[in-house]
């Protein structure tokens, strides 16, 4: 897991933009700053931050259409968004979560309230990052078990063919076209094993260990961070 979360500040108004950065970075995160929709899209892309404060209220492509555009995207639709705008009304806070907002914080906002959304949207996607790789995990355990039933088939139909041969060979008549015909059984048993085998190839094995050091690591920062939000800032 990572020491330092990565986090992009997205604002029209510099100032704005400072504010966010300034209490971001005492609290140990790395900011990057986008002053607009196009070019925050950009920089999600090339920085893949962590989380993003989004404002909604910004000339050409205003918030909601970012938070669409990312949230419709393989690539960045899993980074949390958390709206910040002065837009207070239901209808625009459903806006905002119908785009694909994880959270909502209105302005102006204090240094606790937005450093306990940022901590629980960081937590949820750690969770959700964890969950995806049991995901990937679970899905490589059931097809090495397939893979096995289906490789079982074609040896035995191999074992089988070898010890008829052997007992044809031992004969005082041999059959050749019998013969041939188990050799025809091997090599298309031998093509069967060949194609699961390829088809494996294609298979990515998941970092187990990885996995479970990034669990412990994870259940050991949300207790951190649980205990660092009962503090006073």
Known sequence: MKNNYKILVVDDQPDNVFLLEDRLNKEGFNVIKAYD???????????NPDLILLDVMMPKMDGFEVCKALSSNDKTR???????????????????????????IKKPFNRVELLARIKAALRFNETNKLYLELEK?????????????????????????????KRELDSVVFDKNSAVKRIE???????????VMSSMLNIKEPEVKEFLDNLKANQFKIGAETQSLEQPL
């Open 37 to 47: 929709g196009i070019s925050a899209i950009d920089k999600v892309k090339k920085e």
């Open 78 to 104: 899993l980074t949390p968004i958390i709206m910040v705008t002065a837009l207070n009304s239901t209808s625009d806070i459903e806006k905002g979560f119908e785009a694909g907002a994880f959270d909502y």
């Open 137 to 165: 995990i679970n899905t490589f355990s059931s097809t090495v078990k397939k893979t096995n039933h289906e490789i079982k088939q074609p040896l035995t139909l191999i074992n089988l063919s070898v010890t008829a041969l």
């Open 185 to 195: 059984f091997i090599e298309s048993a031998v093509k069967d094993i060949l194609n």
